[in-house]
């Protein structure tokens, strides 16, 4: 059984100093195969550089096995995924298309979170063969990161293992789950047909105060015993966490982590509710409010950069990625979100649909949302758009998530222009 292990020290050297001599053999070998490019990919290598070290200056690198995670949303070193990556990114504009897919596979879930962004009206999902077949075209399009979601993807097996099975190395595949249905026998199957790491909610360290978030008795026994099962399936484990105001306020950061290293994590996502799905409308828990933004990338630097916690832990949030300084809001070109239905929306917490890649060709339909937005936003997309999509589900009776085509490309093409977040200035 791999375990997550923080690097130091020594091993932390060596790793830096193996993944840059790897990252300057990348750079050789594009230039050698494009000749005529060379200042080009030379002067995008310094900018992913420069980004590297913005995205890893709170973060710690994790061994697991023989590879090693930097962070969540990058596929392990080394892999099929990240050599591709790394590549597509010396042959780019400094924006990395598509690279993170989270991809439902069912809408059913047993809880009842009350931030939950999947919170749709019937909709039917689309063919099994499609999913598959959509899978192959993601990671042609790129799709270095593709979590499955749902509802709780758990809940559908055999299109949750169809969709994790169609993925080559091309990928590295997550799983987001509550643990629900999860035994140790299918924990090996899921590894098995290709998943690399799964994400666990786990909203309390008290299990009868994450029972009651979820409003599901028993969820917090299901969670821990999934996060077991999943480690002796050498499934890599993340816990996710949403904590409100008041508990990040009340130093429950920490004790979320003392949780996650007692259950053998290997990072712990802190989430903030957003406004989208059951949120969307009248939500008073969205943040950040007040000083949580700085809570959090203390307690960051911490767990992350403090010698005493080195056995702790990865610990990040979006939040930290996501300030203006850093990469912004990456919705719609670097992430994407695909509904069981077959809806692409820029992102899980931004309900609205810019055309369904069920009947439509998934190509095209990027394409529009390519054109919409082509580059990651300083201005957070979900909240920016939270009043007119609330004020659009409150007028009209009926109106389900997301929003249709037509209604969100309106909604899209009238957004103000946003400069780029600092990671992405060259
Ligand atoms: S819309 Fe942007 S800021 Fe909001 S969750 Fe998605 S990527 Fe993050």
């Given at each position: 059984m791999d375990k997550p292990i923080p690097l130091a020290g020594k091993a932390l050297r060596s790793f830096d100093c193996k993944l840059a001599l790897w990252a300057a053999k990348m750079l050789f070998q594009e230039i050698r195969s494009h000749p005529g490019s060379a200042a080009a990919k030379f002067r995008t290598f310094l900018a992913m550089r420069r980004s590297s070290r913005i995205y890893m200056s709170k973060l710690k690198p994790v061994g697991f096995g023989r590879s090693v995670k930097m962070g969540l949303y990058l596929p392990h070193w080394p892999s099929q995924a990240m050599e591709a990556r790394v590549r597509r990114a010396l042959n780019s504009n400094g924006v990395h298309h598509h690279e993170q897919v989270m991809l439902c596979?069912?809408?059913?879930?047993p809880y009842k979170c009350p931030?939950?962004?999947?919170?749709?009206?019937?909709q039917r999902p689309m063919p099994i063969q499609r999913l598959r077949e959509l899978v192959g075209e993601i990671q042609q399009a790129g799709g270095s990161w593709i979590c499955i979601h749902g509802g709780e993807p758990l809940v559908d097996l055999d299109r949750t293992m169809a969709a994790i099975a169609a993925a080559d190395g091309r990928s590295e595949v997550w799983l987001a789950t509550?643990?629900?249905?999860?035994d140790a026998g299918t924990a090996r199957e899921l590894k098995k047909a290709g998943l690399f790491g799964a994400c666990v909610s786990l909203h309390h360290y008290k299990p009868a105060e994450h029972d009651a978030f979820v409003g599901y008795a028993g969820a917090f026994e299901i969670a821990v015993d999934a996060v077991e099962h999943f480690k002796r399936a050498n499934v890599f484990v993340v816990l996710n966490t949403t904590l409100t105001q008041e508990r990040i306020n009340h130093g429950e950061i920490s004790k979320t982590m003392e949780l996650a290293k007692d259950l053998g994590a290997g990072m712990v996502e802190i989430l903030f509710i957003r406004p989208a799905g059951r949120a969307v409308v009248g939500c008073d828990q969205l943040l950040p409010k007040g000083n949580e933004q700085a809570l959090l990338e203390d307690a960051m630097q911490t767990f992350n950069r403090d010698a005493r916690y080195q056995d702790y832990p990865v610990l990040l949030g979006p939040p930290y990625f996501e300030a203006p300084d850093r990469f912004g809001c990456v919705a719609g070109n670097e992430r994407i979100f695909i509904s069981t239905a077959g809806d692409l929306q820029?992102?899980?917490?931004?309900?609205?649909?810019?055309?369904?890649v069920a009947g439509e060709s998934f190509s095209a339909v990027l394409d529009r949302l390519r054109s919409l937005l082509p580059r990651p936003r300083r201005e957070l997309l979900c909240t920016h758009l939270q009043p007119v999509v609330a004020q659009r589900i409150e007028s009209?009776?009926?109106?389900?998530?997301?929003?249709d085509p037509p209604l969100s490309l309106d909604m899209l093409r009238q957004l103000p222009r946003s400069p780029s977040p600092g990671a992405y200035c060259r």
């Open positions: 596979t069912t809408d059913e879930c931030h939950c962004f999947n919170y749709r009206k019937g509550t643990g629900f249905g999860l820029p992102c899980a917490m931004v309900n609205l649909s810019v055309g369904n009209s009776e009926g109106l389900g998530l997301p929003l």
